[in-house]
């Protein structure tokens, strides 16, 4: 998990020349999220089948946001190297993780809704924890406030927890990915592509890693 750490995710990357307002990229990713889960509710009605279309639709526009985020530092960091003035937005990883966060919890959201009403308990169990983990990775990707002259989380903390709520979810998608392919599943190509990405993301972290070692 050292290559799913904080430094790596959220990166250290200054903005002398590039200036970019991110304020609207997390509000978008989050709309996007809930466009997809009213639409397939509109499209599927306000049953079962509608909120499970919009749960599978929520579930993998997570996955392709969480893609851009794990992988959105590191390739900065390395155009940075090649490309002479190359400054990308220093919180620009932070903020994809933030929408990676609100577009997982309006998954969340998408299951417990449906499964509240016949109080299904594994949903239910789920969704708390799903929504802890999401909870923590939004937290320590935050700015760390400062109580005297020390941090209120220490950075070692913060980077362990960051680095363990992101190999949780690389794992569940990584994991459901194998599953889906060679389990006795309806062929489905988006596992093929979910498995390939997390490790093309794990390859690409890699390489940040080896040309820029964290200490």
């Known amino acids: 998990m050292v290559v799913l750490d904080n430094t790596a995710l959220v990166g250290r990357i200054r903005v002398p020349r590039l200036k970019l307002t991110l304020g609207p990229l997390v509000g978008g990713i989050a709309f996007g999220a809930v466009a997809l889960v009213v639409g397939a509710i509109l499209f599927r009605g306000f049953a079962e089948n509608g909120f499970r279309l919009g749960s599978q639709l929520a579930w993998r526009y997570a996955f392709f946001v969480f893609f851009v985020a794990l992988v959105a530092g590191p390739l900065c960091r390395l155009a940075a190297r090649i490309f002479t003035g190359f400054s990308p937005p220093e ?10 966060c609100a577009s997982y919890g309006v998954y969340l959201l998408s299951v417990f809704v449906p499964n509240v009403i016949r109080l299904s308990a594994g949903a239910t169990v789920m969704v708390l924890f799903g929504g802890s983990v999401v909870l923590v ?6 700015p760390l406030k400062r109580l005297g002259d020390k941090p209120l989380i220490p950075t070692k903390i ?7 709520a992101a190999g949780y979810f690389w794992l569940c998608y990584a994991v459901m990915g194998l599953a889906r392919i060679y389990g006795p599943h309806q062929p489905d190509g988006f596992y093929g592509i979910s498995l390939s990405l997390m490790v093309v993301g794990l390859l690409v972290r890699y390489a940040d890693r080896w040309f820029s070692p964290q200490p």
């Not at 990775?137 to 935050?142: F, I, N, P, V």
């Open 158 to 164: 913060r980077r362990v927890l960051l680095g363990t």
């Open 137 to 142: 990775m939004a937290l320590m990707a935050a």
């Open 91 to 100: 919180s620009l990883s932070r903020k994809l993780i933030w929408g990676f």
